[in-house]
């Protein structure tokens, strides 16, 4: 591992793990990519890595070199406008209108581990031994500065890239475009994914094979959104689930933003990701400073799981933060789905009774308990507790909670502010709007500007002291509508296309504060569902809210897309009521429990009203997930059938120490005379054996992945094949030998 520069050649040859990334100073200063992939010996060739020569009608920055040219040269942070005419990483306009920059390379230097990213979410290291990072200087005459920063991970094949834009001349220069990264790939031959879908139908995987032009994800919704994911990897096109290369570009960052790939005529592949230039600028006033969000790239030359387990141990372990980064978290009982806005304090406590006779840990007071919220249409803002349906308060309610044995935690939606509340009386310039335009409504509300500050420290101040009033001890941070009418009255004329990124800015400030000061709480994130399940917000909250689409059968995609980037421990998943509240559909207790212990495991849905079969199962299902929770919380999770290619879906879990395993199969709809299907397991010892709980059989880790798991018999014998929407979940204990 480690970051190695030739001076002879000016390259820099970057190795993580178990891939090596190389670039290079060119003759006019510039940077020129030449790889990456698995890793090389040093020392690299890097003619034979570069291919430049002049073409017709190509540019000509040097009239004696006819072949050396930009236009088709791989680039780490390419330009506009003299030269290259694919899309640039970069725009700059000086005062004179002229948009031409030229970086060039100043010097680097070379730091062990990585620093923070000032502001901003990012991946971090616990000891400087983890990584190292490199900062490239470039320079353009006229007084742009460029610090290119990559860090390099020892133990995975990661490496994060950012730019900071400074300006250094004596005049302002306006930035129009500001991407994080750039990626120009050789060749083109990989099929594009992402993960896209809309709110009930989050992260579905989607692919695409690249061609000549522009294919783009993006958001311009003011969230990261449920509409697309700041993902994308490009696979090559023998690449599959498990082996294979596919490399990962996953952006930290929970506002507007742009993945795209553009394929040039040559068939090379260039990737930019960064904050969506669609109605962004950046003014950058002499000494002023620009720091573009994180880009995570991950290189795996095991497949799609191989990615996804990189993205997961590093999200798990290096991105989340705080005490519940490694502990385990608690089993929930949520209210909204039992009572949405109708409850009071006794039919609270009923519901919690009931919970905590079944065991689970804590209940979730959801929308409703403040100001005068008996519907979406009132009070966002007005956080003081509604005395009529909770006489007692949220102190009297929590201590109640906390008798029956159960920790109490609460929902708040605070960057939103209802029209109709004592906020928007007081201060009704505080939400997002242009003055003397309509102030579209979504869900009935506004946003609050967190451009200012005086609103970021409204919301800190109301937070907490809600927070300090009563034992409170998780906290779901909702947020349910998209940015219209952005302006920012309080910005000039040329700076208002500031507001979108100063809202994701002054966000990360408010959550940078209220989880600091209150580390004993558990934060949720949520957005309407997983409308901004980003790992931006991992950052300051280890878990968020999947999907408000709660279906067994419509889990299946949403967490099997969701979990090609996060890992398990970041997804919220309940079992709710049937026929379920998304959709209508029947499933069984059984397979709700299935599919939902593959997540933060919590229930949604009015225990009281349940017939004791239904509380029977969710006693044991309760009681099994503490006895797996460490394992699906912490350990390997790898993909074995995918929904989006069938009517079957198996996922796995398994221990570091590959001592146990959680095998989840599920088959949607029932087949007469079905085939007998056996699943190779994955990730097991092969010279193991393993005892499948609750059954007679014992097999081999080898039988297991190399023989198949005989699902229908297994089934069979379980009772658990006939009908749509079946499931088996099964617990794998490796056996003394
Ligand atoms: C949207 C969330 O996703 C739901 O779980 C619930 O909290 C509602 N908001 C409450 O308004």
Known sequence: MGIAYYSDQQLFHLQAKDCSYVFQVQKNQQLSHLYWGRSLHN???????????????????????????????????????SGDFRQPAYEA????????????????EILAGKPKLPGLPAVYVESAEEADTLLVYLSDPDGLDVTLQYTVFANESVITR??????????????????????????????????????????????????????????????????????????RLDADEHQGEVFGFSLVYSGNFLAQVEVDSFQQARVQLGINPRDFSWQLDPGEALQTPEVVMVHSAQGLNGLSQTYHRLYRTRLARGRFRDEPRPILINNWEATYFDFDEAKILTIAQQAQNLGVEL???????????????????????????????????AAKINDLGMKFGLWFEPEMISPVSQLYQQHPDWCIHVPGRRRTLSRNQLILNLARPDVQDYIIQAISEVLRSAPIEYVKWDMNRHM?????PELPAHRQKETAHRYMLGLYRVLEVITGEFPHILFESCSGGGGRFDPGMLHYMPQTWTSDNTDAVERLKIQYGTSLVYPVSSMGAHVSAVPNHQTGRITSMAMRGHVNMFGNFGYE???????????ETIRQQVAEYKEIRQLVQQGTFIRLLSPFAGNETAWMVVSTDQEQAFFGYYRVLAEPN????????????????YRIVGTSWT??????????????KLARELQRHRGDFTSVALRLQSEAQ
């Not at 034979?48 to 942070?77: A, H, K, N």
């Not at 190399?706 to 229908?712: A, K, M």
Request: proline share 5%; with cysteine.
């Open 484 to 488: 219209t009418e952005v302006f920012n």
């Open 162 to 235: 950012s730019a900071l834009l400074r300006s250094t001349g004596d005049e302002p220069v306006v930035l129009k475009r500001v991407l994080s990264a750039n990626v120009d790939f050789a060749d083109s031959d990989f099929r594009m994914v992402q993960l896209s879908g809309a709110w009930g139908r989050e992260r579905m995987v989607c692919e695409r094979a690249l061609s000549q032009g522009l294919q783009a994800v993006e958001s311009a919704r003011g969230a990261s959104s449920h509409q697309q994911n700041p993902f994308l990897a490009l696979q």
């Open 605 to 615: 849905l009015n225990l009281t009203e349940l017939a004791n079969e239904d509380l």
């Open 674 to 689: 079905p085939r007998h299907y056996k699943v190779k397991l994955r990730g097991l010892d092969p010279n193991k054996r």
């Open 699 to 712: 097999l081999g880790g080898d039988q297991l992945m190399y023989g198949g798991l005989n699902v229908y």
């Open 363 to 397: 209940f979730v007071l959801d929308d409703g308990w403040f100001g005068e919220r008996d519907d979406d249409h009132t009070s966002l803002g007005d956080w003081f507790v509604d005395k009529k349906k909770l006489p007692n308060g949220l102190q009297g309610l």
């Open 93 to 108: 306009e000086w005062s004179s209108g002229s948009r031409i920059t030229e970086l060039q390379y100043q010097g680097h």
């Open 43 to 81: 020392p690299v060739d890097a003619v034979s890595l570069l291919t430049i020569e002049g073409r017709p009608f190509s540019t000509q920055l040097d009239p004696d070199d006819q072949g050396f040219t930009t236009e088709f040269l791989p680039q780490e942070y390419p330009a506009f406008g």
